[in-house]
Antibody
């Protein structure tokens, strides 16, 4: 069974750094891109970025370029999303998902990681 | 890049049929596949339709997807509505491997 299991909820202060993870299992990690999606409280889904675990080639949505960094570790089939300096506006649920580059489809999704940034 | 526009909300009675539209702002809707995701409160999104009109295994055949080049839009149709269909629905497509989501439609049954 293909699974993407994300790390637990985080509460951080503005200016702090953070890395959340997305551990995959049940398939060859390097066979599919991993995408990251943000959902701010009460709002819709926003495409953030995606990574090819084969060579860590990344693509970022212009809205998120420079604000977050994604990475992947093939040895442990895990993808990461990180911030160097969090802002209150980063408070959101973050989802990872396996991405089919032939169709643009995300399946399956991780369960989500809630990030709360508050002083 | 393009945008995908969905109605903010739709409402229909149990047993009826509802159609949710997703209009692409520029470029052809047929250029890239469209997916539809269902999201219930407190849960991650799940696929109901992928590649324009393919149902994921386990999704009831009450759900169907289509695209219309004349209106440059995609549609999700749900027939025989059940109260369990009440959720947010998002269309999604992509361009040069960057995904685009519609704003989401809240379906009330």
């Amino acid at each position: 069974e293909v699974q993407l299991v994300q790390s637990g909820a985080e509460v951080k202060k503005p200016g702090e750094s953070l890395r959340i993870s997305c551990k995959t299992s049940g398939y060859y990690f390097t066979s599919y891109w991993i995408s990251w999606v943000r959902q701010m409280p009460g709002k819709g889904l926003e495409w953030m970025a995606m990574i090819d675990p084969t060579d860590s080639y990344t693509k970022y949505s212009p809205s998120f370029q420079g604000h977050v960094t994604i990475s992947a570790d093939k040895s442990i089939s895990t993808a990461y999303l990180q911030w160097s300096s969090l802002k209150a506006s980063d408070t959101a649920m973050y989802y990872c998902g396996r991405y089919y580059d032939s169709s643009g489809h995300i399946y399956p999704w991780g369960q989500g990681t809630l990030v709360t940034v508050s002083s | 890049n393009f945008m995908l526009t969905q109605p903010h909300s739709v409402s229909e009675s149990p047993g009826k049929t509802v159609t949710i539209s997703c209009t692409r702002s520029s470029g052809s809707i047929a250029s890239n596949y469209v997916q539809w995701y269902q999201q219930r409160p407190g849960s991650a999104p799940t696929t109901v339709i992928f590649e324009d009109n393919q149902r994921l295994s386990g999704v009831p055949d009450r759900f169907s997807g289509s695209i219309d080049s004349s209106s440059n839009s995609a549609s999700l149709t749900i027939s025989g509505l059940k109260t369990e269909d009440e959720a947010d629905y998002y269309c999604q497509s992509y361009d040069t491997n960057i995904g685009v989501f519609g704003g989401g439609t809240k379906l009330t049954v």
